[in-house]
């Protein structure tokens, strides 16, 4: 595609109205240091750059000076530089600067210069990041702190002093209590109960009585369980018993094995049954649980005294 596309240019028409036309691509050097003096202004065939005293303000920050600016514009224009774009350019190069803005962690202030300059020549206020900001004023890198430490080690009896420039005064006795947490907020009442939890805890208390008077009958494909004994299912006939109990509402007999190999028979209401557990309200705990299938040893159903 390359003899399809313009050949890119080195040069911009400058005009009156503190705007340049680049009648085509421009080559890199050129389009890079434009695009800092200038904003564009409007794209397609030729692109218009306006310059304004925000644009040229940014040239100058990176590092150009005003006969850097001109000289370019010089160099590069196939029109004379405009009279008002170049009396831009010099009103904000001479005013670019005289404001300085920088960041001090802290100071030093002095009505004696000459201890300041003591100071200044000290190799041991090398670590302090100290330099002058006026003849009673130095500026330095390190912590408030850090810069009292290391004045005194140096022989100088400095004071702290505050914002306002008021001398800090400190009690040598003077203890802080260390912040205390907020203690968490007391909720305005009892949370709301949850609709499935409150009818699996309704279930349960069904369940319960029905577990102290009706027999139990084993599941589908295993023996009648044996009192004091754990009842024995497969894995799959226990899962199956299990989502069959949710969906009914029926209360089941389990024998569990805990994780240190504890066992214990629980009656449990079945409420849901998702990832390899099953979440029930058990009510030998009175509270509702949530087990892991794989500890389950088997399931029987509580039949009522009818069955």
């Known amino acids: 595609m390359a003899p399809l596309l313009p050949e890119p240019l080195d ?3 400058l005009q009156a109205d503190l705007t340049a036309v680049a009648p085509g691509p421009l080559r890199r050097p050129l389009a890079d240091l434009l695009g800092v003096l200038a904003d564009v202004e409007s794209k397609g065939g030729a692109t218009v750059y306006r310059f304004t005293p ?8 990176s590092g150009r000076t005003a006969a850097d ?19 831009l350019i010099d009103d904000v190069a001479r005013r670019h600067g005289h404001l300085r803005v920088g960041a001090a962690s802290a100071y030093v202030r002095c009505d004696d210069d000459a201890m300041l300059s003591e100071i200044l020549a000290d190799r041991r206020a090398a670590g302090l990041g100290l330099r002058r900001l006026a003849p009673t ?11 009292l430490e290391g004045l005194r080690a140096m022989g100088f ?22 912040p205390r ?3 968490e907020p007391v909720p305005d009442g009892p949370p709301v109960p949850d609709d499935t939890l409150l009818s699996a805890a309704i279930r349960a208390i069904r369940a319960g009585d029905l577990a102290s008077t009706a027999p139990r009958k084993p599941s589908p494909g295993a023996g009648a369980p044996v009192p004091g004994e754990l009842p024995r299912t497969s894995p799959a006939e226990t899962l199956a018993t299990v989502q ?5 509402g029926e209360a089941l007999w389990i024998g569990y094995v805990n994780a240190e ?16 557990f099953v979440t029930a309200y058990d009510h030998t705990a009175d509270e509702v649980r949530t087990y892991p299938l794989h500890r389950i040893t088997g399931v029987a159903e509580l039949a009522d005294e009818a069955g």
């Open 54 to 61: 925000g644009s040229v303000r940014r040239a100058l920050d």
């Open 244 to 248: 069959a109990a949710v969906l009914t």
């Open 69 to 87: 600016l001109h000289a370019f514009l010089a160099a590069h224009s196939r029109t004379p530089v405009p009279q008002p774009l170049a009396y």
């Open 181 to 183: 947490t907020p203690p």
């Open 11 to 13: 040069h911009v028409l």
């Open 137 to 147: 004023v130095l500026a330095a890198q390190a912590d408030p702190a850090g810069l």
């Open 157 to 178: 009896a400095p004071a702290a002093e505050s914002a306002e420039g008021d001398v800090l005064i400190t009690r040598a006795d003077a203890h802080r209590t260390p």
């Open 261 to 276: 190999g504890a066992a214990s028979q629980r009656v449990i209401a079945p409420v849901r049954v998702e990832g390899g």
